[in-house]
């Protein structure tokens, strides 16, 4: 019940594309959803997080589209570049103790 | 401001033998984590503290783990003995508050048991 499964493993993406991440959940108790990215070599960084009482949350070119009835939220990340070749985490939280996804390598290609 | 400091970046050791991990949080910041990164899985939880006190270590290994945060500043996580499974990135992360503020982490410290 304290698990978050995130899908796609893996992501190719051309450049331009969009590229979309999915996490569910069980535990309705989560009340904060975090994504982070991380680059190889260093830790994870905020990009993104939602509240469950939002639907959506856009900043610049990252979206979190939040389903609580599904009990699922996924990240889109519109116009992809090279740079955000990295993996991204999905997250949840209660009271501050995150459970992280097992994370999904994103590749975009020129 | 300058983010959370880990040392050392690596670390090769022999299973069975001991080795500690340090961490300098984000100026300020009341709350601090320890988290383990097995390759190829996300982070996961070992302690967090509140100032100089654990607000939860119940996926802290006890009977090889040990961490400490003296002055409710510095932290420093310690394995002893070492089993080739601790292989991973021992990420350290602050907030200001605690709760669902958001978390900095460090770069991390990569173990190696031979």
């Known amino acids: 019940q304290q698990q978050v499964k995130q899908s796609p493993q893996s992501l190719i993406v051309q450049k331009g594309g969009i590229s979309i991440i999915n996490c569910a959940y069980e535990?309705?108790?989560?009340?904060?959803f975090p994504w982070y990215q991380q680059f190889p070599g260093k830790g994870p960084a905020l990009l993104i997080a939602i509240r469950p009482d939002v639907s959506e949350k856009k900043e610049g070119r990252f979206t979190i589209s939040f389903n609580k009835s599904a009990k699922q939220f996924s990240l889109h990340i519109m116009d992809s570049q090279p740079g955000d070749s990295a993996t991204y985490f999905c997250a949840a939280s209660v009271g501050g103790k995150l459970i992280f996804g097992q994370g999904t390598e994103l590749s975009v290609k020129p | 401001e300058a983010g959370v400091a880990q040392s050392p970046r690596y670390k090769i050791i022999e299973k069975r033998q001991s080795v500690a991990f340090w961490c300098n949080p984000i100026?300020?910041?009341?709350?601090l984590y320890w988290y383990q990164q097995i390759l190829g899985q996300g982070p996961k939880l070992l302690i967090q503290?509140?100032?100089?006190?654990?607000?939860?270590d119940s996926q802290l290994p006890k009977d090889r783990f040990s961490a400490e945060r003296l002055k409710g500043v510095d932290s420093t996580l310690k394995i002893q003995p070492a089993k080739l499974e601790d292989s991973a990135v021992y990420l350290c992360?602050?907030?200001?508050?605690?709760?669902?503020?958001?978390?900095?982490f460090g770069d991390g410290t990569r173990l190696s048991i031979l």
């Open positions: 992360a602050s907030s200001l508050l605690g709760g669902n503020q958001p978390q900095h």
């Open positions: 535990n309705t108790a989560f009340d904060y």
């Open positions: 503290f509140q100032n100089n006190g654990v607000v939860d």
């Open positions: 100026s300020g910041h009341a709350t």
